[in-house]
């Protein structure tokens, strides 16, 4: 395996991924869109970039025609600013199509198509629909909610059709909240937290819908700063967890799925190592930055734990996104340093 064919080579996997794999040895060949603000990203690195759009298929048949494999990245996060729900779904989920189409016709040769989907496939994080159990593992029920979920669940769904139809050496992966560098600052703060449980209002299905909700998003919002780290617990005195992805984890979970013979035909987690709780991460940023934490009693917890069991025994997953690597490396970009992550 010695080229490999990079969608949304420009984006927050994308541009990591590309770096690791050339780092790897790999010859690169690299979509980019039209016009793309982020084209600044591959700059001056040794590899063939293709501009263009998913929705020609001639086009994705000259993308495949000469690899021997496809990581598959390119993806909208969710309709930007004057774009409609019919466009934003023929980007998502026609453009994969297309790409996949062309790549089962050298189903023979073609070594593996790696996948992106997204944990959106799940109900992750108990806000928007109640999980079934925690963590949730690759086996969990498909409950997608909203039009970027749905899109995700039928390109998995296409993947594994043309996988079991014709043959293609398939595997996807599901990241979880995907940052790179400093993003993941935000994730931690008041306002992150008010706007969760604001979410939860008039969600009955959500895990976190309870009567008491706007008393305790009136305490957030008058005691508190929205930039202010905070430790949320429950009744019981539990707080808050969630185990997003760091975007080097996931360019390493790519590279595994690429060249682990036992990734054929399987989905896989990406995470960090383990949850962070809320308590650790606003005590630690208190430390580093001199933040004041605000510690709240909340009527409900909210509960992201992606579990990544599976790809670690698998596939030899092995994410490096410790606290002190996630949040020294951010703190790092915030303060305009270099850093080893390509940011969004």
Known sequence: ??????TGATGRLG???TRQLLERGYAIKALAIPDDPKRSKLDGLDIEIITGDLRNQELCADLVADVDAVIHTANILGPPSGMDGNTFFDINVKGTFYLLDEAAQRADVLERFVHISSDAVYPMGNHHIASCYQPIDELHPKRPSGLYALTKMINEQTVESYHISHGLQTTMIRPAGMFAGKEILSRWTVGFVTGLLRSAINEHKSGLHHPDLEETINRLQSDAHPNQPCAPRDPQGRP?????????????????ALEHPAAVGEAFNAAIPRPFSFDEVAAYLATRRGDSIFEIDVPVRWVYWSDIRKAKSLIGYQPQGELERVFDTALAHEAGETVDVIPA
Do not use: G
């Open 1 to 6: 395996m010695n080229k490999i064919l990079i």
């Open 15 to 17: 541009a990591n991924l």
């Open 240 to 256: 808050w967890l969630y185990s997003p992805s760091d975007a080097r984890d996931v360019a390493h979970a790519c590279i595994c």
